[in-house]
């Protein structure tokens, strides 16, 4: 469970989504976002799946890394299309004891659950595409117009990127920590809720103890390096808007419109 979290992940290629500005690719995930919490009928979701395949084609990635990500929130999608099914009022199907499955309750759970899925697979595609660095660069280049009335964009944008980047980090030393664990003779299957919660302590402590020395070190390490946060820094790589990011942001308003005629679509239907 713990390899398949794959957030914070970045995957290097020379794809179309790869060379896009990452200040494009944040703009886009926040618009894909929004628009997808105003989808609410089959034709937008079919569009939205649509696109999703699309963009998924134009990262290069594997659709099998995609698909991993989605195994943590398994029990997350299960549990909120059940409450949806039961506790949704409308025209029952059939019904289990004193709980009745709606028509209405199976339309919301389904959507809830593409909407799910749709959110971790647009995020991931920025995470995927992006470098920690070139993201943290993005950020604070759009936080910069706040820095005049004191806002640290710098200092933000470095603690953003810092925590998705060493996500994989501490997945990974959680990894190592129930290993050893286990080979102790540690059970963490075995008894109810509450005993199952006291046998994960041997390895939150460790835990906790190492993110704190890494954080440590990381902060030794900036400090040696002479960090002060954006003032007189310098980069490698020039962030440029060029004609594919253009290019790019005139799809936006064909997603809106997309979105707007599902939308009517389907109170047209009615």
């Not at 059940?82 to 919301?108: D, H």
């Not at 995020?123 to 920690?132: D, E, G, I, K, Y």
């Amino acid at each position: 469970m713990i390899r398949d979290i794959t957030l914070g992940q970045f995957f290097p290629g020379k794809s179309l989504l790869h060379r896009l500005d990452p200040r494009v690719k944040l703009l886009w995930v926040l618009v894909y976002i929004i628009l997808l919490f105003l989808v609410n009928t089959a034709l937008g979701f079919t569009l939205y799946v649509v696109i999703t395949a699309v963009l998924i084609k134009l990262s290069g990635i594997r659709v099998k890394m995609f698909f991993k990500g989605m195994r943590p929130i398994v029990f997350l999608l299960v549990f909120t299309a059940v409450i949806n099914m039961f506790m949704t009022a409308g025209e029952p199907i059939f019904k289990l004891g004193f709980l009745s499955v709606t028509k209405e309750g199976i339309r919301i759970a389904v959507f809830m659950a593409l909407r799910l899925m749709l959110l971790v697979t647009g995020t991931s595609l920025l995470t995927f595409t992006t470098s920690p660095i070139m993201l943290t660069d993005a950020i604070e280049r759009i936080l910069s117009p706040f820095s005049k009335i004191g806002v640290p964009a710098d200092a933000i944008a470095m603690m953003m990127t810092i925590a998705i980047r060493f996500i994989p980090t501490i997945l990974e030393e959680t990894d190592k920590i129930i290993k050893a664990q286990k080979a102790r003779g540690a059970d963490f299957e075995s008894g109810n809720i509450l005993a199952r919660a006291k046998a994960m302590t041997p390895i939150l402590i460790p835990l906790f103890i190492s993110a704190f020395r890494r954080a440590d070190e990381l902060a030794v390490a900036m400090e040696c390096r002479c960090y002060h946060g954006g003032e007189g820094r310098t980069r490698l790589k020039q962030l440029k808007i060029s004609k594919i990011d253009i290019e790019s942001l005139c799809f936006i308003p064909v997603l809106l419109i997309l979105v707007i005629f599902s939308r009517q679509f389907s109170l047209g239907l009615m």
